[in-house]
């Protein structure tokens, strides 16, 4: 699919300083306002990505129109010095979909619409078939079931990650959440992308096989609710995805049990979307299974630091290559904020979220600190679904974020290459 941009659009500049930005800014308007022609707007956004530079005092606007943008160059807050803190991705995990997330970057966005069509490829007729259901927001199977959300959240998250590395951002960190753990090891390099498809492929067959189960979040810290959970049975704790926010998951009888017994007690709890019990003893055969799988294919060492949610931290080149390690995974209980945790006790980063929801940006943003200002987070799509429009002004408002705190955007990056 050949990508073509509109409205949205995205402004971006630079100077030397104050003075030269207000003047830059002025000729910006002054350009914006001498005629009325239909394409102005995207004339002045590749006649900025021509001269923007790469000075210390930074602008950037996103306008669907030549008044938005105008009233956008008017305005001037104080001047912040760019921060150049890294950047850090985050790719979330099964719970956060939607029908037709993201849809409103494809065929817009081009790194985002390329990478999503190799990862469509790579999962043979049924990624046609799959690409058709997204598009169309009407699935034949529940988007909650494994057979639709995994391969179409681990797409997402792929084609997002690589659109910010187009974009000429190189991550000092990956993070991922369950299936967003496979995205960040495929784009870290830990698997090729057909190797990674295949790895997925085998998963999700096997989950599905195991039969109905769910995934319950609940508004508690996981060593309170040991108490919750049948003695010998297969209901666990799933994912710690906060200090009070915790996953558990099991099969659908006993899981439901659990559920009545918090609920009476008080304790807040809803069910995620999913129709599998992730990351719960339901899964030791799955993850027996998939080991020799893993080990055909031969993970090896990330590109760019790793941290895991299954170690709480830093995943180094030995667990990375390890068939166990990726085959446990859908077993194993995700430690996402213990290993967010052991991200940020390195220093202040811009967390970029790579997939919908926002579910991981909230997390996030409880951390201390994101909360101090040392950090911050940042959302690659909106938090709840929308119109196409939303997809792209999110995407956009991301790129003027990572510029504006001095990251130097590639020509490919989105505002740069409008037609």
Known sequence: MEPTRTAPYLLLWSAPDEKREDRRRY????YLTLDDAPDR????????????????????AVADTVDEAVGALSGSGPYQPPRHRPVALLFPGQGTQHLAMAAGLYGYEPLFTRALDQVFAALGPEGHRLRDEW???DPDAPLDDATRAQPLLFGIGYALGRM?????????????????????????GVFTLPDAVRVLRDRVDAAVATGPGGMLAVAAPADELAAYLPTGGRVAVAAVNAPRQTLLAGPDPQLRQVEEKLRADGVTCRRAAARQAFHSPVMDEVAERGRDLVAAVRPGAPAWPLYSGY?????????????????????????FWPALDALLATGGHVLVECGPGQGLTAIARQHRSVRSGTSTAVPLLPARPGPPESDRRTALAA???????GHALEASAPGATCA
């Open 135 to 137: 598009l169309s927001g």
């Open 399 to 405: 790129a003027a974020e990572l510029w504006t705190e």
């Open 311 to 335: 170690t709480g931290g830093p995943l180094d080149a030995d667990h990375a290559s390890r068939p166990e390690f990726w085959a446990r995974q859908l077993a194993d209980p995700v430690l």
């Open 27 to 30: 000729a910006m308007r002054r």
């Open 164 to 188: 910010v590395l187009g974009w000429g951002v190189a991550p000092a960190a990956l993070l991922g959440h369950s299936v967003g753990e496979l995205v960040a090891a495929t784009v870290a």
């Open 41 to 60: 707007l995207p004339r002045a956004v590749r006649l900025a990505a021509v001269r923007r530079g790469a000075g210390p005092v930074r602008g950037a």
